[in-house]
């Protein structure tokens, strides 16, 4: 396991950890008949946990015959005007995360559909350098399909615009 990825497996067993505390101690578990605000989230922290436990014990238990030899050394240069692989993953790691931070800054105070609008459109034209066609009926589509899910179907109570009140 290479040192990035040891950090990141560490990352998720301690969101996990934390996710599951918040939940048990802040949220409320509830009962199973009658589940609290943070049963599904300890759920998913324990999940974490679990998973990454699994990640980290992998290379011991799992001994691959191409872990085994050492892979071929890539020699060739990048080509001109094409950027480096990890840089272009790091950006675009970058940019996803400055897109959900404003999302979750926006989504109370402007509602949930603007919010879904703006932060889906973004991500489309932005991170994923889509056209805007293309990320406009992806943006409308996905924001659509959403609030059809969580107000509809599962009668979640989202945040309206307060523009329109």
Do not use: D
Request: hydrophobic share 60%.
């Amino acid at each position: 396991m290479s040192k990035s990825q040891s950090i990141a497996n560490l990352i998720t067993i301690a969101l996990g950890i934390f996710v599951a505390y918040h939940s048990y101690h802040v949220l409320k578990l509830g009962i199973l008949i009658i589940p609290g605000a943070g049963f599904l989230p300890f759920l998913c922290g324990l999940a974490l946990v679990v998973l990454g436990i699994i990640w980290r014990l992998q290379p011991l238990l799992f001994k691959s015959p191409s872990t085994a030899a050492p892979a071929a050394v890539r020699t060739e240069a990048v080509g001109e005007g094409e950027p480096a692989p990890l840089a272009v993953s790091r950006a675009k790691l970058a940019l996803a995360f400055a897109a959900t931070v404003i999302y979750a800054a926006l989504f109370e105070r402007i509602g949930f559909f603007l919010a879904t609008l703006l932060f889906m459109l973004g991500w489309q034209v932005i991170v994923e350098r889509q056209r805007w066609l293309k990320a406009v009926i992806i943006t409308v589509l996905c924001t659509v399909a959403m609030y059809s899910l969580f107000r509809l179907l599962l009668h979640v109570e989202l945040p309206s615009n307060p523009f329109l009140s």
